[in-house]
């Protein structure tokens, strides 16, 4: 499924169970506690992970179409401008940092 399509499907879902769709603080509230419900599902080792991944992407598709952003042209276009960007070790702790900044 295409992310345009997931985000109406996401959105339609919330229209018909007469969900939030014009508060984007709470929207952002409740992303976060999905957020908090798959790390909690991950170190527990709950089989209900994917779902709770799930969950998150719909509440993410739902409020990019609250706020009226095209989420596949956005991830679209962040991927691209990731794949451009250099990353190198940092000296001491190893992990890679942008090198281009």
Known sequence: M??????????????AKGFNTSEV???????QGE???AFDAWRRQ???????LADIAI??????????VDLQEAIERKIAKNSARRYIPHPKTGIPVRADK
């Not at 295409?2 to 229209?15: G, H, V, Y």
């Not at 709950?46 to 709770?52: T, V």
């Not at 509440?59 to 009226?68: D, K, P, Q, V």
């Open 59 to 68: 509440f993410l598709l739902s409020l990019a179409e609250m706020t009226g």
């Open 46 to 52: 709950n089989d209900n992970l994917g779902e709770e």
């Open 25 to 31: 603080p709470l929207e952002f509230c409740l992303l």
């Open 35 to 37: 957020v908090a419900e």
């Open 2 to 15: 295409e992310i345009a399509l997931a985000q109406e499907l996401a959105w339609q879902n919330k229209l």
